[in-house]
């Protein structure tokens, strides 16, 4: 693993020599956004229009063995090679005068963020080059270079595997306008679908951590003077290790609503708004049930039978599992808002409003 260090290109300070290789800090990065929208008209009733942007960002920064994007060292340090982000709108929007006293317009748009990131220069390494068993890399989830830290020398490694995450808000919203005498009447409906979809490996190939514990006089007590990080990775011996196990979790849920408003005209000087809507959000799910709904405080607990003696309770419920639904909680559909306004002129120059709105959370 040593080997994949940079050859110091400094005598650096001290006895020690430390900091004896120095960098030029290496950033890469650009953004170019844009946006575009094309309206066109069908005839004199109806028009729509498309709109379309996006803010696309990516960036290679903290660069540390490979300040040349040009080299490939598979144990570069930084976590940001390349840094992603990506925001996209969707727009379309339909109008059409159905009658003169009635419209309906209808708008349905997509909202997406990408997000991105790790280490292409150690993406795909192979750690039993290194001396890793093949039984134990096997059971890893993706290859990477392995990360090592040293406290005081520099790590070796990136701090995570190349990652995505993808989040999507669908919507349409279709409403109507009629004017009745002096009432002008507002219906309509929103539909929505939330999609989040992750795929982060983390240190899939492991991280191993190394201090001077084990090569201190004792090694239960930490001194000034003795033991060397180096010294206790030449040994074998890390301080703590882990390897990441993630799963890729695509978590969906959705979101419905309907309203009524009337805006009644009473005399030329009062006017009434009047309003009802109704909410209702779907539990989210996971595409393969891979996802807790909670905690049954009172049920039997799964180790009862090994802990003799003793009345455990208590377990913890899996979505799908058991009998459990999918959904990580319960549905209410019991979500109603009124409201209640009402506006009056005052003269020529003085308008007074107030209005009550109330939001009935019912017990689903």
Do not use: C
Not at 74 to 97: H, I, K, Q, V, Y
Not at 309 to 320: R, T
Request: hydrophobic share 35%.
């Amino acid at each position: 693993m040593l080997t994949y260090y940079p050859s110091p290109n400094t005598s650096g300070n001290g006895p020690a020599h430390v900091n004896n290789f120095t960098y030029a800090s290496r950033w890469v990065g650009d953004l170019d956004q844009w946006i575009g929208r094309i309206d066109y008209q069908i005839n004199a009733k109806n028009n729509f229009y498309f709109r379309y942007g996006q803010d696309p960002y990516a960036e290679f920064r903290s660069l540390i063995f490979n300040t040349d994007l040009s080299q490939k060292n598979p144990a570069e340090p930084t976590g940001n090679a390349p840094l992603l982000r990506n925001g996209r709108n969707w727009t379309f929007d339909w109008t059409s005068t159905l009658t003169p006293r009635m419209t309906f317009n209808l708008r349905a748009g997509l909202n997406r963020w990408e997000a991105g990131g790790g280490s292409v220069f150690g993406a795909g390494f192979d750690p039993v080059q290194l001396g890793f068993a093949p039984s134990l890399v096997s059971q890893f989830n993706q290859l990477q270079f392995p990360q090592f830290t040293l406290d005081t020398y520099q790590a070796i490694g990136s701090s995570s595997l190349l990652n995505t995450n993808t989040h999507d808000t669908f919507t349409v919203q279709p409403n109507m306008n009629r004017v009745v005498g002096k009432h002008f009447l507002k219906f309509g409906a929103e539909g929505r679908k939330y999609n989040d979809n992750t795929q982060n490996p983390g240190l899939a190939s492991g991280t191993y951590a190394f201090n001077k514990g084990f090569t201190q006089a004792v090694a239960a007590r930490a001194d000034a003077v003795s033991g060397n990080e180096l010294a206790s990775f030449l040994l074998g011996y890390p301080a703590t290790a882990g390897v990441d196990r993630n799963i890729d979790p695509a978590i969906t849920h959705f979101y419905y609503a309907v309203f009524f408003q009337d805006d009644w005209k009473v005399t030329s000087r009062l006017s009434l708004n009047l309003g009802l809507r109704w909410d209702y959000e779907t539990p989210a799910t996971e595409r393969y049930n891979r996802m807790l709904r909670g905690m049954d405080l009172f049920g039997a607990s799964p180790i009862a039978a090994q802990a003799k003696g003793l009345n455990l309770q208590g377990q913890v419920q899996f979505a799908g599992l058991d009998g459990q639904p999918r959904g990580s909680f319960d549905p209410d559909r019991n979500n109603f808002g009124q409201r209640v306004g009402a506006a009056y002129r005052l003269g020529d120059k003085w308008v007074l409003r107030g209005g009550y709105g109330l939001h009935y959370l019912g017990q689903g």
